[in-house]
């Protein structure tokens, strides 16, 4: 009784802060995304950053550098960032486990296998080439996480869900590093994809990639209240009336394809989907309704802020943004895991 | 209720029998004593087939013959210099990486966990890719992996202390840690030319390929002591799955227990990264197969799964070698090898993990 009182007090005392968090967060995310366009191993002026984009002057190679490589860039940036925020959200709701990423599905092992198969049997290079093995072969992963953990009577669990995903990820992923030892080629190609980039990546893939991104993020938006429902358990759900089989495979299914969209355009980003939610419930508490807002800015904060960090510390060449999201996310992971109690789920 | 009759009803459960020695008793299950012995003759069994695989193939009485010290010279060498060490190796860490597992799983009360989620494999892994990319003597690399697992495992604990450990809190800095190093890793095999970066990749995929009396040894003496420890934890680990309170209130000294385990668990799965590298998957599924199977964990369940760990761990390696006409290291195929049988596990066993 008491955790739930002091629950209660610790929500209404942040509330107030809810709404003021936001707009400084809008405004971050805001100049983030400028710096995102200025900073590369080029540096551009503000003028420059935003004519590029307001009144783009193809004679100018900054605004060209700026139009061609750093507005992709950065565009993929904020979906994935969002997209995976979402996701990871939603995946500690359905499965009330804080263990829970978007990654649980298999989603970035199926994604990566099939992606290293394609490479050592068919020799692809060009990251347009990866997305569709990307997207693929995190989708069919994901199906058959699915399917193994809904036979059987009893259907669908969270533990049954989450062990099934950490099966098939590891059986992938044993696949994977086995063709890697047989194939050194191979293993130069994919271990940059596999570390996780925002950089190379054509305006194309953000088109492609966005749709599925718009849907699932949206359709999370829309089913928060579901997710509130959820987190208080199956048995309380079910007493309120909520068909929980139906509701949990909408959602699988919107996190399915907003991951599988983020790995196919940026790799392997694994942490920003595990760590952002937990973050934002230090402002926002424990209702999804303001997790859910909170993670579509927070997650493209991050992930920009890391893709930027990651140009500037290792001039004139750069680390990899999956690379840097781990050694910047999960410090801070670790010291909120400290300060606070971090929400039951 | 009287003794006698007590013991009437505990004999008259089923499968359950008492079994006094003076004043001490134990109650035994016949059905995890008879998994026991099934799992203990399959092993048995899967050791011989793994000795007498090969280039130069043995038939099963030279095998046993040569064990037991009545073979012929030719045989002998093949199984005492190269396959026996071995064969005992593959058992071992299988036994040692399983307990670990169920330990964990045990003291944070999560099934997810495993010394691989939490950080301890993603030590030993940077600080012996480290270690191989800089051209440093190869002979340190087991000391190197243990000191790296065993200080992983004692900072997560550290971390995760405020007061008394909650086990959420420990797996999301266990995550974080684990996150972090893995990043490291990830770091240095993109700054390194990519035929430095070959050799440190096939570390981080354990294998028993190279192993010796000096593994069997270093195994048998570890076992040695954390084996009945472990065994003599378990019945605290037990009540601790009743949950923090309850376990404090029938008088369990819950933080020492939960340290003690995590101790054990630890240097299980250190030994075992120190010896072969990093092995993923046994740990985190020979309890769940083991608890399926047989049950919630008792003594009698955790040295099944010992068996099942080691069973387990022994096929896959026969696969590694056999199967492929390229010799895989073990860690690749413990996946391969485990999930299509787990997944069935799931699909068939609904409720019970």
């Given at each position: 009784m008491t955790t739930i009182k002091s629950a209660g007090r610790r929500s209404a005392s942040v509330r107030l802060g809810r709404r003021p968090a936001l707009v400084v967060i809008v405004v971050l995310l805001l100049f983030v995304a400028l710096l995102s366009l200025r900073i590369g191993s080029a540096d551009v002026s503000n003028g420059d950053a935003l004519d590029a984009l307001?009144?783009?002057?193809?004679?100018?190679y900054d605004q060209v550098v700026v139009r061609s490589l750093r507005v992709p860039r950065t565009l993929i940036g904020l979906g994935v960032g969002a997209a995976l925020a979402v996701a990871g959200a939603a995946m500690q709701a359905v499965t009330?486990?804080?263990?829970?990423?978007?990654?649980i599905f298999g989603i970035n092992g199926g994604a990566a296998f099939l992606l290293t198969l394609a490479v050592f049997v068919g020799n692809l290079t060009h990251p347009m080439q990866f997305i569709w093995f990307a997207f693929i072969g995190g989708f069919g992963a994901a199906a058959l996480v699915y399917a193994v953990a809904s036979a059987g009577a009893g259907g669908p669990s969270p533990v049954k869900l989450a062990l099934a995903g950490v099966i098939v990820s590891s059986l992938l992923g044993s696949w994977m590093t086995a063709m890697l030892l047989l194939d050194e080629q191979a293993f130069e190609v994919v271990r940059f994809w596999l570390a996780g980039s925002l950089a190379g990546r054509d305006v194309e893939v953000f088109w492609w990639v966005m749709p599925f991104m718009i849907v699932g993020v949206v359709g999370i938006a829309l089913m928060s209240n579901q997710l509130n429902i959820l987190a208080l358990g199956e048995d309380t759900a079910r007493a309120l009336g909520m068909r929980i089989r139906l509701v949990r495979f909408t959602i699988t299914f919107l996190v399915v394809l907003m991951t599988g969209a983020a790995v196919a355009a940026a790799g392997p980003i694994g942490f920003v989907g595990l760590a952002v939610p937990h973050i934002v419930r230090v402002v926002t508490g424990p209702d999804y309704r303001w997790i859910v807002l909170y993670c579509v800015l927070v997650g493209p904060l991050l992930l920009l802020t890391a893709d930027v960090a990651g140009r500037v510390v290792a001039r004139p060449s750069e680390l990899q943004v999956g690379i840097v999201t781990a050694l910047t996310g999960a410090p801070f992971l670790i010291f909120l895991a400290r300060q606070r109690r971090i929400a039951e789920l | 209720m009287t003794a006698s009759a007590r013991q009437v009803e505990l004999m008259s459960a089923p499968r359950l029998r008492v079994l006094r020695f003076g004043g001490v008793a134990f109650v035994i299950n016949l059905r995890t004593l008879s998994l026991i012995l099934v799992t203990f003759v399959l092993l048995v069994a899967a050791a011989c087939l793994a000795m007498m695989l090969g280039s130069f193939r043995l038939t099963v009485g030279e095998v046993v013959g040569s064990v037991l010290g009545t073979g012929n010279g030719e045989a002998d060498f093949v199984i005492w210099r190269l396959r026996f060490p071995r064969t005992l190796t593959v058992a071992m860490l299988g036994g040692a990486l399983a307990m670990s597992g169920a330990i964990f799983q045990g003291a944070v009360r999560n099934p997810l966990v495993s010394p691989d989620i939490i950080g301890i494999n993603a030590g030993a892994t940077l600080a012996a890719v480290f270690w191989i990319l800089t051209d440093m003597p190869q002979g340190a690399i087991p000391l190197l992996a243990f000191v790296g697992a065993m200080s992983v495992a004692s900072l997560v604990y550290l971390l995760s202390w405020k007061g008394h450990i909650s086990g959420g809190r420990l797996i999301l800095i266990g995550i974080g840690i684990n996150a972090l190093l893995g990043a490291g890793v990830t770091f240095l095999f993109v700054r390194y030319p990519v035929q430095q970066t070959r050799s440190a990749l096939a570390w981080t995929v354990g294998t028993a390929?190279?192993?010796d009396w000096a593994d069997v040894r270093l195994l048998a003496y570890s076992l040695a002591i954390l084996i009945p420890l472990a065994v003599a934890l378990m019945w605290s680990l037990r009540v601790m799955q009743l949950g923090d309170t309850t376990a404090r209130s029938v008088g369990l000294p819950i933080e020492r227990t939960r340290l003690l385990l995590i101790a054990v668990g630890s240097t299980l799965s250190a030994f075992a990264i120190a010896v072969a590298g990093p092995i993923g998957f046994v740990a985190l599924t020979a309890p769940h197969i083991a608890r399926m199977i047989a049950g919630p964990m008792t003594s009698g369940v955790f040295i099944f799964t010992l068996l099942v760990g080691a069973l387990f761990l022994m096929l896959s390696d026969i696969v590694a070698q056999h199967a492929l006409p390229v010799s895989l290291p073990v860690g690749v195929v413990t996946a391969a090898i485990g999930a299509p049988y787990f997944l069935f596990l799931l699909y068939r066993v609904n409720a019970r993990v």
């Open positions: 307001f009144s783009f002057d193809d004679s100018s009330r486990n804080p263990l829970a990423g978007p990654s | 390929n190279n192993s």
